[in-house]
């Protein structure tokens, strides 16, 4: 069985990189409801017409969109040998359908990568120039910071509170101090 692993932390910093990186060497795949969402508007999908202006505005999609969308990605067979959820849950209330999807003790570990709230905007303002996305622009990362204290934050208790352990890493560096640093981690946890 591979590992069972989520990334927690804040936009900007590193989840999505690292996440890739870290499926990778595990040989696990890397699940990230943002890029998920984003090939669905890409497409033009239902659930990417519904979910397009929303994550524009940097809120959260509605959990019954995304549950149904995460629970159908598990099911496939690749996810049966373990997995990497990057970007999911984002909330209390997913968090609970995540649980009863993959029932209890399931879920191995949590890595919570930081990063400086400046580093964080700096990293997201540079993506904007690099890749051009939507919800990369000053204002939509500010909403998306304090979505990200309102929503996500409180699973770095809710996680311990139900089983699940959460490891700190410090996103701050390069990519690959931060990804060593993650390796480490996981050797000792
Ligand atoms: P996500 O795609 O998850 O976007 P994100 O939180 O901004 O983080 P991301 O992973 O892209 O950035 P990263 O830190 O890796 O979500 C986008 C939107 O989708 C959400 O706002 C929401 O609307 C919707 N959504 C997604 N999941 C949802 C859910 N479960 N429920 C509801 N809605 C959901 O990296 C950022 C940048 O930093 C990159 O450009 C990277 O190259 C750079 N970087 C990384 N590490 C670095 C380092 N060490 N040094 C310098 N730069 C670095």
Do not use: W
């Amino acid at each position: 069985m591979g590992r069972r692993l989520l990334f927690l932390g804040p936009p900007g910093a590193g989840k999505g990189t690292q996440a890739e990186m870290l499926a990778r060497t595990l040989g696990v795949p890397h699940i990230s409801t943002g890029a998920m969402l984003r090939d669905n508007v890409e497409r033009g999908t239902e659930l990417g017409m519904k979910a397009q202006a929303i994550m524009a505005a940097g809120d959260l999609v509605p959990d019954d969109l995304v549950v149904a969308m995460v629970k159908d990605r598990l099911g496939q067979d690749d996810a049966a040998c373990g997995f990497l959820l990057d970007g999911f849950p984002r909330n209390v209330g997913q968090a609970r359908a995540l649980d009863e999807a993959l029932g209890a003790g399931a879920l191995e570990l949590a890595l919570l990568v930081e990063a400086d709230e400046e580093e964080l905007v700096a990293r997201l303002l540079q993506r904007a120039i690099e890749e051009g996305r939507e919800d990369d622009n000053e204002q939509t990362i500010r909403n998306r910071l304090q979505v990200y204290r309102d929503e996500t934050e409180p699973l770095v208790g809710y996680y311990p509170d139900n089983g699940v352990i959460v490891v700190a890493v410090d996103g701050m560096g390069t990519v690959d101090e931060v990804f060593s640093r993650i390796v480490k981690a996981l050797a000792t946890n």
